[in-house]
């Protein structure tokens, strides 16, 4: 039998030393930065019912989702999603559409990832919720917050692709296609599978809405995009997605932030809840989105009080795995002290003037020094028993003098 024990589960990781401090900071400057903006923290479960996520149209498969089953016999799921459960906390204890309401949370999601495809299934977010606004503004100001919110990350060479659900919506409306064959479609965009798109779309081949849905799924890019996509053979809905995308770009464009703005007309997301804009971020050298967002007006109203809202996560893991971090932390200052001490040894690591501080575990002067030149530090301080203080400081050679 195999030891289980001793292994952690597939898509699952330890994380140690410098990668936690690196972690713990990430999300220290997007606290500062989202309640420095005005949003407050919002704590959900990490279970909820399999139907609060059933009820909403999800379209995250079943297989995808963790399930546990309660003492009752219900079934339960360890949250494959955040902003549903939010969804659901406003519409069944908040309903109060006299003020805007604005959310941030740092947690954690399950996600039952295909084991060959080395997918992680415990992925941390941090994310804002804005609800209560339908308004222009309130999709520029979660666009601008997600870009400030990657730089608090700190990488580097990162951009958002925006689009707008409503094209693909309009377009694929026109088709009147059965259930199945729209998410067919809708998964092949997603995808951007070029061949196998052109497969689902055969039977429509003859509409112009099968034929700009193909065109679609290849624009994207700059601001450049917009004036293509005026070209196909759009509604009057489809054209005022356009506006609005450009007038978005237009504002983002003025207050500075063109240079991280792109443009995909065929995204779609993978959860259909989004009703308007969506918009994915990358980063240079990582092969996933680091950052997903858009505007899902009617999700609260699954939970029986509808109201306008927008928002977008950032997947911590996806960012973590490509930062170089350190193994350990270098500790300033080494402790050593002798019978009798231990408390001026304490009042020194309570000195914050000191830096990052460490008492030593060796009984002897020489094993201090020996582990504080092992650790890199660069000052030993030695309580004696007979009340006297002396301090080692290393040299350019690492030698303590």
Partial sequence: MKPYAIHIPNGTRDALYGECRTRRNI??????????????????????????????????????????????????????????????????????????HRFYYIRNIFRSGHSLKGQETEITQAGVELIGSNSFKSDLEVISLAVSALKACDIEDFHIEIGHSGLFRSLLSQLECCDETAEEIRRYTEQKNFAALCDSLEPYSDMAAAQSLTKL???????????????????????????????????????????????????????????????????????????????????TAAFGFETPATGFAININSIINHISTPQT????????????????????????????????????????????????????????????????????DGVFL
């Fill in 27 to 100: 999300e220290n400057a997007l606290v500062d930065m989202f309640e420095q903006r005005g949003f407050s923290e919002i704590i959900t479960p990490t279970l909820e019912y399999y139907d609060t996520f059933v009820r909403t149209g999800n379209t995250l498969p079943e297989e995808e989702m963790y399930k546990v089953i309660d003492r009752d016999g219900r079934i339960l799921v360890m949250r494959p999603d955040l902003t549903t459960p939010i969804a659901r906390v406003y519409a069944t204890k908040i309903r109060d559409v006299s003020e805007l």
């Fill in 217 to 299: 799924t290849r624009m994207f890019g700059g601001e450049e995009i917009l004036g293509e996509a005026r070209s196909l053979a759009y509604d009057r809905e489809s054209n005022e997605c356009i506006d609005y995308l450009d007038l978005l770009y237009s504002e983002l464009k003025s207050a500075g932030l063109a240079n991280y703005i792109r443009f995909d007309l065929g995204l779609v997301n993978r959860i259909n809840y989004y009703t308007g804009i969506v918009f994915l971020g990358y980063s240079e050298g990582i092969g996933e989105p680091v950052l997903t967002g858009g505007r899902y007006d009617g999700l």
């Fill in 329 to 396: 932390e270098v500790p300033a200052t080494i402790i050593h002290y002798e019978t009798g001490r231990f408390g001026d040894a304490l009042q020194i690591l309570e000195d914050t003037d000191n830096g990052k501080c460490e008492l030593s575990y060796c009984s002897s002067i020489e094993g201090t020094l020996d582990l504080a030149k092992r650790r890199n530090a660069k000052r030993v301080i030695v309580l004696s028993s007979s009340g006297q203080r002396k301090e080692f400081v290393a040299n350019s």
